[in-house]
């Protein structure tokens, strides 16, 4: 099997040091530039799996930078490095760009994501920018587990400059209930799609997801940690190995934990959370 190929764009000599560093592995191959040009010129003539695009020399941003690989390179997924700034997670997401991560660079998360982007099945339109206010983020998302994963990301830097255990009880309460509306209520159908919403107030953070499906109870869920009688704190556990479920049903619980007030409509099929700051 022929390795992969990484495309690695930044000018700045120890950042290009680090990520070849971190992300070398035997089945990868990869070149590094320090501009868009050179990128571009390197594009034209080999196909890349990923191209990790950051500040190039003469202020070529790797934002700017998408577009053009996009047209040259349509399989080529492209994870954009910059500054923190909600505006220009917008832009990589409307740009189609796999992912955006701030500076400086946290090496999990970029090996994370390059992973990913190996791995993943992307498509243009999986993450789609519908409001781009900054204080009314709304996103329209493929019933995907990879684009669920994606969206969380996005959130997650658009969160950015929140205490560390602010924003990180925010993404996973936002990715718990993300997986659900996609797994439960979009049955993981490509087809269909979720809508999410973030909101920013001077003293809070509201997120608000609706799913294609039908809703549910929540009086009507015995699979799940939140119906369990207080005399039987693992009831749920019984009931999902009775139906064959794969385990877990702490989701709804976990999430009440981690945000300050949680609401679901009466269908059932759109949640809102709220955490105040």
Same mark, same amino acid.
């Given at each position: 099997?022929?390795?992969?190929?990484?495309?690695?764009?930044?000018?700045?000599?120890?950042?290009?040091?680090?990520?070849? @560093?971190?992300?070398?592995?035997?089945?990868?191959?990869?070149? *590094?530039?320090? !501009?868009?040009?050179?990128?571009?010129?390197?594009?034209?003539?080999?196909?890349?799996?990923? /191209?990790?695009?950051?500040?190039?020399?003469?202020?070529?941003?790797?934002? $700017?930078?998408?577009?053009?690989?996009?047209?040259?390179?349509?399989?080529?997924?492209?994870? #954009? *490095?910059? !500054?923190?700034?909600?505006?220009?997670? /917008?832009?990589?997401?409307?740009?189609?760009?796999?992912?955006?991560?701030?500076? &400086?660079?946290?090496?999990?998360? #970029?090996?994370?994501? /390059?992973?990913?982007?190996?791995?993943?099945?992307?498509? $243009? +339109?999986? %993450?789609?920018?519908?409001?781009?206010?900054?204080?009314?983020?709304?996103? +329209?998302?493929?019933?995907?587990?990879?684009?669920?994963?994606?969206? *969380?990301?996005?959130?997650?830097?658009?969160?950015?400059?929140?205490?560390?255990? *602010?924003?990180?009880?925010?993404?996973?309460?936002?990715?718990?209930?993300?997986?659900?509306?996609?797994?439960?209520?979009?049955?993981? @159908?490509?087809?269909?799609?979720?809508?999410?919403?973030?909101?920013?107030?001077?003293?809070?953070?509201?997120?608000?997801?609706?799913?294609?499906? &039908?809703?549910?109870?929540? +009086?009507?869920? &015995?699979?799940?940690?939140?119906? @369990?009688?207080?005399?039987?704190?693992? $009831?749920?556990?019984?009931?999902?190995?009775?139906?064959?479920?794969?385990?877990?049903?702490?989701? %709804?619980?976990?999430?009440?934990?981690?945000?300050?007030?949680?609401?679901?409509?009466?269908?059932? @099929?759109? #949640?809102?959370?709220? $955490?105040?700051?």
């Amino acid at each position: 099997m022929s390795p992969r190929s990484l495309l690695l764009v930044d000018s700045d000599p120890a950042v290009q040091e680090q990520l070849s @560093n971190l992300l070398k592995r035997d089945d990868r191959s990869i070149q *590094t530039v320090v !501009d868009g040009r050179e990128a571009l010129d390197y594009l034209r003539q080999a196909a890349i799996d990923v /191209v990790v695009a950051g500040q190039g020399r003469n202020g070529y941003d790797g934002l $700017k930078l998408v577009r053009r690989v996009r047209a040259l390179r349509p399989a080529a997924r492209v994870i #954009v *490095t910059g !500054d923190q700034s909600p505006e220009r997670v /917008v832009g990589a997401i409307r740009e189609h760009a796999f992912s955006y991560i701030h500076k &400086p660079l946290v090496s999990h998360v #970029v090996a994370d994501l /390059v992973q990913q982007a190996l791995d993943g099945h992307s498509g $243009k +339109d999986d %993450i789609r920018v519908i409001s781009a206010r900054l204080e009314w983020i709304t996103l +329209d998302v493929r019933c995907k587990l990879d684009a669920a994963e994606r969206t *969380t990301h996005f959130m997650r830097e658009m969160l950015a400059d929140l205490p560390s255990h *602010t924003y990180e009880d925010i993404a996973a309460a936002f990715r718990e209930l993300l997986m659900n509306a996609i797994e439960h209520g979009g049955l993981s @159908n490509p087809k269909k799609r979720c809508r999410v919403s973030l909101l920013r107030t001077v003293r809070s953070v509201i997120v608000h997801i609706h799913d294609p499906g &039908p809703g549910f109870s929540l +009086d009507l869920l &015995p699979h799940a940690a939140i119906s @369990n009688p207080d005399d039987s704190p693992i $009831k749920h556990v019984e009931v999902r190995a009775e139906e064959g479920r794969r385990p877990g049903g702490f989701g %709804i619980l976990m999430t009440r934990n981690l945000v300050d007030e949680l609401l679901y409509n009466e269908r059932g @099929n759109a #949640v809102l959370f709220v $955490k105040y700051l």
